[in-house]
Structures are given as C-alpha cells and as structure tokens.
C-alpha cells in the first residue's frame, strides 16, 4: 500500500522560502510520477510541479516557474519543492501526488495517491 506524507509547510511573509517534502513509501517507485498540487481558498486543485522517477525532468507550472525548484531524493522515495519568493497568491494547502506511469500529467484525476496536504501561508 502507497503511503504519501508531506511536511514543510508554514507561514512566511512575501518575498520569503519554505521547502517542502513528500515522502512516500509502498511499491518500488522506479516507475511512478510525483507531483505537487495546490488548493487556494474557493480555488480548485491546480498543478504545480512534478517529476518522474526514471527522467530527471520536472515540469513546472507557468505561475511557479523560475521561483520553485523540485527535486528529490531516490534512495529516500521524497521530493522537495524548494519555494523562493513566495507571494501571497501562493497561498494553499499543497498536497503530493502519485501516479502509476512515468509521464508528468497535470490533471488530478490520473493521480491514485494523495497526501492529507500541509498548509502554506505567505503574508503581505
């Protein structure tokens, strides 16, 4: 069974960084997809990066691009989002995803597995 925990969340002001983690653990992930999605306040679920287990490629949405870094750790089975220059419209719960194939989508519903999310806050 895929278990999907992240951490890192928390509250900064605008301008600030948080990194986040997803670890996951279950079957061997040498085949899977993670990926970042976001929820704002009466927003829907968007994607934010993600990055699969055999290309070293992540892809970023266009709204994050240049200020979030994903990357991870093999040996680990986690992902980090570095987030640089936060602003207040980053604000939501981010939630980690997985998918069963090595192709980065950014609809939700090709995801199986989610984490319960971790909330991040940036202030004016």
């Known amino acids: 069974q895929v278990q999907v925990v992240e951490s890192g969340g928390g509250l900064v002001q605008a301008g600030g960084s948080l990194r986040l983690s997803c670890a996951a653990s279950g079957p061997p992930f040498s085949r899977y997809t993670m990926a970042w999605f976001r929820q704002g306040p009466g927003k829907e679920r968007e994607f934010v990066a993600g990055?699969?287990?055999?290309?070293?490629?992540?892809a970023y949405a266009d709204s994050v691009k240049g200020r979030f870094t994903l990357s991870r750790d093999n040996a680990k089975n986690t992902v980090y989002l570095q987030m640089n220059s936060l602003k207040p419209e980053d604000t939501a719960i981010y939630y980690c995803?997985?998918?069963?194939?090595?192709?980065?989508?950014?609809?939700?519903?090709?995801?199986?597995?989610w984490g319960q999310g971790t909330q991040v806050t940036v202030s004016s």
């Open positions: 995803a997985i998918k069963g194939t090595q192709v980065v989508v950014t609809t939700t519903r090709d995801y199986g597995y």
């Open positions: 990055i699969s287990w055999s290309v070293n490629s992540p």
